[in-house]
Nanobody, 122 residues
Framework: RFSCRRSGGGLVQAGGSVRLSCAAS????????MGWFRQAPGKEREFVAA????????KYADSVEGRFSVSKNSAENTVYLQMNSVKPEDTAVYYC???????????????WGQGTLVTVSS
């Protein structure tokens, strides 16, 4: 399970930045990949990014590539999602999750963290 939180306060203005973090305190040993997903109002859950704990290989959705970045602190079992140049279309509840393998399919992830609402004003 993950404890997730957002740095900074509340509403984010378009063009601004926000950073999300998820810290794993439980069974991370079987997880090889950490993923970020989001769900906008009335939309299906959408893949945002995924990264391997070991080695290179971070995948970003086309909609966020060049604006979002994932970083890790393995010693703290923490993964970060840095969101820059945010757009109103980025408004969603963001989730972190773990998977046993690299995939963009949300159904193959487990240990979903608490959703964190990011609202981008236009």
């Amino acid at each position: 399970r993950f404890s997730c939180r957002r740095s900074g306060g509340g509403l984010v203005q378009a063009g601004g930045s926000v950073r999300l973090s998820c810290a794993a305190s439980g069974r991370i040993f079987s997880s090889h990949v950490m993923g970020w997903f989001r769900q906008a109002p009335g939309k299906e859950r959408e893949f945002v990014a995924a990264t391997r704990w070991k080695g290179a290989g971070t995948k970003y959705a086309d909609s966020v590539e060049g604006r979002f970045s994932v970083s890790k602190n393995s010693a703290e079992n923490t993964v970060y999602l840095q969101m820059n140049s945010v757009k109103p279309e980025d408004t969603a509840v963001y989730y972190c999750a773990a998977s046993s393998h690299f995939t963009m399919d949300s159904t193959e992830y487990f240990n979903w963290g608490q959703g964190t609402l990011v609202t981008v004003s236009s």
